[in-house]
């Protein structure tokens, strides 16, 4: 087994030799924050637009953490420079550290726990550009604040296990009537040349690659509505698209027991996934940031 290495509070070490204490508030309490960054080409995708919203997760938990941006882009290289795979996928989680005993309250004077991983990117299925994906709308137990990447994530664990249940690869989130986003995926729906997207809140994360189809939407003749979307009303659009930085875009092509888009990835998906995918050769090239 190759084993491959990782960054843990400023030590670059094999996985199986990094340990975090059993008195870190990560795994006791949840209390901490992570992303996931994909890397192409060798190259971090929209890295500055996953630190912004790093420092942002760190500063609602009120979580103090002087590490730069070069300091992070620094560790990054070093961690993708020890595979010889250009195409990756990092995950950083920053918990706030490790304290004498367990409290719910912050406890004086912690370091915050730093990690870093680079995996191989998972091979994309070909299966999902002509099947496209089912997806099940489920009642959203999240909490009230989805806008902050935390690690406290048995709530879209246990719906995505539900949809996985039920045969489906991703839930469709639903409060208030309002469809939302996906148990790790964000959500859009398409009216004619439209795309229509939950706007940003409390109750959605503000997903690097929703931004990303947003801006690269005018590129495939498609504007933006950023609208609340009826739960209800999902079956009536020509397509539902779902987004991450891992999944990229996904076409929903059945929604609980319904038909969507006659069971096929439809033509503005197409059209998006081609601007997206020339995006993405450009980046590993060297020639888009
Ligand atoms: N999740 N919404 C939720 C709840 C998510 O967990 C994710 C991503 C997204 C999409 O965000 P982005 O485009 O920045 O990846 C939306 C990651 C991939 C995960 O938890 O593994």
Redesign the pocket.
Known sequence: MTTSTVYLNGQYLPAEQACVPVMDRGFLLGDGI?E?IPVYGGRPFRLSQ?LR?LRNSLHEIRLELDYSDEQWTEILDRLISCHDSTDLSV?LQVTRGSAAKRDHSFPNHIKPTVFVMVSPMPAHNPELSYKGVHAVLLDDIRWQR?DI?AIT?LA?VLLRQRANDRGAQEAILVRDGLAL??????LFVVDGNTLVTAPKSRH???????DLVIELAPEAGLSVIESNIAAQALPDYDEIWL?????EIMAVTRLDDMTISNGKPGPVWKKMMQVYQDFKRALSQGTQA
């Open positions: 992570y996931v996953h919203r995950y989805c990447k994530l879209n986003e996906g148990a790790a995926s964000n959605l994360l503000p997903g690097i690659t929703r987004t991450s930085s891992t999944k």
